[in-house]
């Protein structure tokens, strides 16, 4: 597939794991070029590279939409059609105002995404997802990202891949206090040993975005097995190696 043009759809790309897919992508080099559709309520980021920049070799198609539940309805429009949907789109507590807003994102909108993707002809379906979450989960953030898996399990892409780091390392601006004591911790373990006192608990925010995006073409070229597969931890640091999984 890789002489075969390929067209991705990314939302959630200014987060803090989606900024990160969407720079891999970016500087991702392929012959013929990546197509990438970016849905966003605002416009990227001004330091965003651009396909002016050597490089970059990705063309960046950026789709600004401020009301982000008519998102859906947007990809029977995307030309070339994506055969990729990757989804990083998720909002916390604080930001949204209160968890039933919240839920309309990380759940509700990341659902109907899904399904407007698959009946848009997606093939292959990439989902953020987080590890250590269940229905039973005392807590409703957990709970409410393993009701999207299931969910997203049914909607029947041809590939779906479930990505699940473990406390995601990096700048995050709404890190609650003990999240932002874990990622310090995270942080300077990591740069002591080189990842072997961490990579079981926590990964750096670009390794997953490189992992994710890494996933997707691994879909398309035949290297994954079609249905529904997880990307665990061990996985995640391994596929989100800088020089590649191999």
Known sequence: ???????IALAGCTGLVGKNILQFLLSTQRSPPLTLHTLTRRSLPPHTPTTNQKTVTTNLIPHVIPESNTWPSTFPTLQPSPQIFISALGTSKAAAGSFAAQYEIDYTLNLNLAKAAKEAGVKVYVLISASA?????????????????????????????????????????????????????????????????????????ETVGRAAGRAGLECLEGKREKGVSSLPMADVVRLGRPEGGD
């Open 133 to 205: 979450i269940s229905r039973t989960s005392a807590f409703a953030y957990n709970r409410m990202k393993a009701e999207l898996e299931d969910a997203v399990r049914e909607v029947g892409f041809e590939y779906t891949v479930l990505v699940k780091p473990g406390l995601l390392v990096g700048k995050r601006e709404d890190s609650r206090p003990a999240e932002a004591v874990a990622r310090g911790v995270a942080n300077g373990l990591g740069r002591i040993s080189k990842g072997w006192l961490t990579d079981w608990w926590a990964q750096d925010v």
């Open 1 to 7: 597939m890789a002489d075969q043009p390929i067209s």
